[in-house]
């Protein structure tokens, strides 16, 4: 069965860190491109990372950019996303996806095969 499985959501104070991660079984993630999403309740999932195959390409939503981290580690099969100085606004449920879409479409959900089933943060006090 190919499945995409995240952990490492929870509650966190703003300015906190969490470190998610997403692990492959079924599938190797060596020839996909991968991506974190997150969708808040009442919103449409957005983009937050993607990072390329070989994990040489990576790419930000702004609002994200210089305290997010993504990261993967294909002799494990998993990637990560650390988060650092999170914002009450980004409690979300974060999903993990695994595509073959080009760079200029890695923030469209709909250019992704195969998706997690979620983690929740909560970044409150």
């Known amino acids: 069965q190919l499945q995409l499985v995240e952990s490492g959501g929870g509650l966190v104070q703003p300015g906190g860190s969490l470190r998610l991660s997403c692990a492959a079984s079924?599938?190797?993630?060596?020839?996909?491109?991968v991506g974190w999403f997150r969708q808040a309740p009442g919103k449409e999932r957005e983009f937050v990372a993607a990072?390329?195959?070989?994990?040489?390409?990576?790419d930000y939503a702004d609002s994200v950019r210089g305290r997010f981290t993504i990261s993967r580690d294909n002799t494990k099969n998993t990637m990560y996303l650390q988060m650092n100085n999170l914002r009450p606004e980004e409690t979300a449920v974060y999903y993990c996806?695994?595509?073959?879409?080009?760079?200029?479409?890695?923030?469209?959900?709909?250019?992704?095969?195969?998706w997690g089933q979620g983690t929740q943060v909560t970044v409150s006090s």
């Open positions: 996806a695994a595509g073959r879409p080009n760079p200029t479409n890695w923030g469209r959900p709909r250019e992704y095969d195969y």
């Open positions: 079924g599938f190797t993630l060596d020839y996909y491109n």
């Open positions: 990072i390329s195959w070989r994990g040489a390409v990576t």
